[in-house]
């Protein structure tokens, strides 16, 4: 099969698209031919060889999330059938023509859903979920500040705040990204590049601040977003995307009796319960109560490109490959 994989960590450079061995299925897995694979900024860091965690082994393709058709399945798989449209999550493998999955990883595509829309789905999907329904528990009538409403988190993010009844400011880089996450449905959002969220956040809430807030930036944009909240306010960390070393004012947080989590997907996926949150988050999207953005489509064998195109930071919402 080909797959866009790299032999020892580096720049986008590092990547080659050539030939590895076709996967080998177990009883319990299912062989999907990818039509679309999802690009996520843990990618980056891990083609960098900066991601936390044991190193992977090379040849290593990256890759969490899939969509595409059954091929082969396992001698113990029942209820998938060759042909059937799925979307899965792995722990690597994706950028690439094939992927072999434990069936328990895999969810049938709804109808209305393309390869590239289910593909862009879980990893963003679920860490905002997670993030705000399991750990900040945001209720209707709040206020959610969701930092980089661009990134494919915030995208997420926002769409999940709105549907669950909160009132959304959103942040990002552009004025064409504000502009487009205004038309996702936050109420406000604010260009951090040139102007300062906080007085906004503050004057959107008559001064009392937001009840929750995603932070996936992290540095100065963390040290303002505790500054936002509100007393007894929710804020989880998902990210750290400006890879700052500075860590949150815990003092500023208990200020506020406000509560500080740490949301790492990889590690919920360890303690189980992901995959039926996702199939609650495909339906939504399958019914229209949430929309994915899928920015661009680039083709596996332009993989560096598409890598590079997020870390300049041009998306909005997801970047898919399409092998
Ligand atoms: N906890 C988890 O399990 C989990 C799961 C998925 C992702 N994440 C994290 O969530 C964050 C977003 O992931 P993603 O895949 O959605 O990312 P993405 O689509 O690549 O978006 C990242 C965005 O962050 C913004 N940003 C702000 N300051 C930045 C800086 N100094 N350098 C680079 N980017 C900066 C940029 O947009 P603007 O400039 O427009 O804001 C950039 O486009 C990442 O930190 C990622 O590691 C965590």
């Not at 986008?12 to 009883?27: K, V």
């Not at 930071?313 to 997801?318: A, D, Q």
């Amino acid at each position: 099969m080909k797959a866009a994989y790299v032999k020892q960590f580096g720049s986008e450079d590092a990547f080659i698209y050539g030939d590895l061995p076709d996967p080998q299925i177990g009883p319990k897995h299912v062989l999907v031919r990818v039509k679309a694979a999802g690009i996520n900024r843990g990618d980056l860091f891990r083609r960098e060889g900066t991601y936390p965690g044991a190193a992977p082994s090379f040849p290593f393709v990256p890759g969490w999330e899939v969509a595409g058709t059954i091929e082969a399945v396992g001698s113990e798989v029942k209820d998938r059938l060759v042909g059937q449209r799925v979307v899965a999550t792995l722990a690597q493998g994706g950028y690439a023509e094939l992927v072999a999955v434990h069936r328990a990883g895999t969810i049938p595509i709804p109808a209305s859903l393309s390869f590239e829309e289910a593909a862009s789905i879980p990893m963003v999907f679920l860490t905002s979920w997670f993030a705000l329904v399991k750990v900040a528990r945001i209720e209707a009538g709040e206020t959610a500040l969701i930092q980089s409403g661009g990134s494919g988190v915030g995208m997420a993010g926002i769409q999940i705040a709105r549907h669950l009844g909160a009132k959304v400011i959103t942040t990002a880089g552009t004025d064409e990204k504000t502009a487009r996450a205004l038309a996702l449905g936050a109420e406000v959002a604010v260009n951090y590049e040139r102007h300062d969220f906080l007085p906004e956040a503050m004057r959107c809430t008559n001064n009392a601040g937001v009840n929750v807030v995603l932070e996936s930036v992290g540095g100065a944009v963390l040290t303002k977003s505790i500054a936002a909240l509100a007393p007894l306010g929710r804020l989880v960390i998902v990210g750290n995307s400006s890879r700052s070393a500075e860590k949150p004012d815990l003092a500023a947080l208990a200020a506020k009796n406000a509560s500080f989590n740490q949301f790492s997907l990889g590690r919920q996926m360890g303690y189980g319960g992901v995959i039926p949150e996702l199939e609650k988050i495909l339906d939504l999207c399958a019914r229209g109560k949430m929309k994915t953005v899928v920015d661009r489509v680039f083709p596996l064998p332009e993989t560096a490109a598409a890598h590079r195109y997020l870390a300049d930071r041009k998306n909005f919402g997801k970047v898919i490959l399409r092998p």
